[in-house]
């Protein structure tokens, strides 16, 4: 039966191509046509993490798994071996281990060893409990009000979202506006904060148990930081698990959600310079909402990889937030 599958290069982490094909063989010849690498030069054609296939075993694979074209050039894979040996004794969310397994090779060996032994405390930890009578120790110094992680979490993401409403409002506070301008900043305001309650603060960013499209964690607690704001993911490849110890919690408190089109440069200064400017009837005022408090616009990053310069190449779209412009999309 034909099924679609992905292959790259050993060499190529990031470089996939589709085929379909039927069995190791027809995957073999389509792959390296596809990779440009001659046949007599492939030594073998593995998982992610190493493992060998046979065709046999290929029958077995599900549709779009990721294949990696080995040529006899290429180093062997002791690092990806030794990581999916050692993750293979955890208890661990499989697409965060075959990421480790698929990156190993291309990780800093210092970075990695500490990686995993942030892995090892958190699976030896008391991580999986929720109440405050199962982790004591968890909710050191917290308020008795607290009776679970997720609600300790939930209330930690809404803390850092209602701190950006707070600085837009100090940001506004400090605008030199005339009556009509502060009727009109008044009555954005209050939309924003009907909003904000009605997304209840956007408290599930941080929560296992209530998992909604926009958290930022896995069901297990586990955040991975997304990278500056100009790479597509982090190369340090930082984890943490907040969820697993009193230790990790502190450390997350110093994990940034990082504006990439940036808060203080370039979102609230547009914002009073259009109410200013009496452009406030032509604004599409959920597109700012957006860009200060959701998702699209947010980067959970590891203090080390929140870059506190000019976000130079994330800028404000006029097209998508002056009304004339929308209309004429």
């Not at 001659?38 to 290929?58: A, H, K, N, P, R």
């Not at 290429?74 to 690092?79: L, N, W």
């Not at 009556?179 to 909003?195: G, M």
Request: glycine share 2%; proline share 3%; hydrophobic share 35%.
């Amino acid at each position: 039966m034909m099924k679609p599958m992905k292959v790259r290069k050993k060499s190529e982490l990031h470089s996939r191509y589709g085929i379909v094909c039927s069995n190791l063989q027809e995957c073999q010849t389509k792959g390296c046509k596809k990779l440009g690498v001659q046949e007599e030069e492939l030594s073998c054609i593995t998982l992610q993490d190493g493992t060998e296939v046979d065709d046999e075993y290929f029958q077995t694979l599900p549709a779009n798994t990721v294949l990696v074209f080995k040529t006899l050039s290429d180093t062997p894979d002791k690092m990806a071996e030794q990581v999916s040996k050692i993750l293979s004794t955890v208890t661990m969310d499989k697409n965060i281990a075959n990421s480790l397994i698929e990156k190993a090779e291309h990780i800093p060996p210092s970075t990695l060893k500490t990686l995993l032994l942030n892995i090892a405390q958190c699976s030896k930890s008391n991580h999986a409990a929720e109440l405050r009578s199962e982790d004591p120790s968890w909710f050191r110094g917290m308020e008795r009000r607290f009776a679970s992680k997720s609600k300790w979490m939930e209330f930690s993401a809404m803390n850092r979202v209602r701190s950006y409403f707070r600085e837009a409002k100090d940001a506004w506070s400090k605008a030199d506006f005339n009556t009509p301008q502060h009727e009109a900043l008044t009555e954005i305001r209050l939309l924003w904060e009907r909003k904000l309650k009605e997304k209840e603060f956007l408290k599930y960013y941080f929560s296992r148990i209530n998992q909604q499209e926009y958290t930022f964690c896995n069901k297990d607690g586990w955040f991975e930081c997304e990278g500056e704001y100009s790479l597509d993911n982090c190369p340090e490849q930082h984890m943490i698990n907040p969820y697993s110890s009193y230790q990790e919690r502190a450390v997350f408190s110093t994990w940034n959600m990082d504006h990439q089109i940036e808060k203080a440069r370039t979102v609230l200064p547009e914002m009073v310079n259009l109410i200013k400017s009496g452009r406030d009837g032509e604004v599409c005022w959920d597109y700012f909402f957006k860009l200060l408090f959701e998702r699209e616009n947010l980067r959970l990053v590891h203090i080390a990889c929140h870059d506190k310069k000019e976000h130079t190449s994330a800028q404000l779209d006029e097209k998508k937030y002056l009304k004339n412009s929308l209309r004429a999309l």
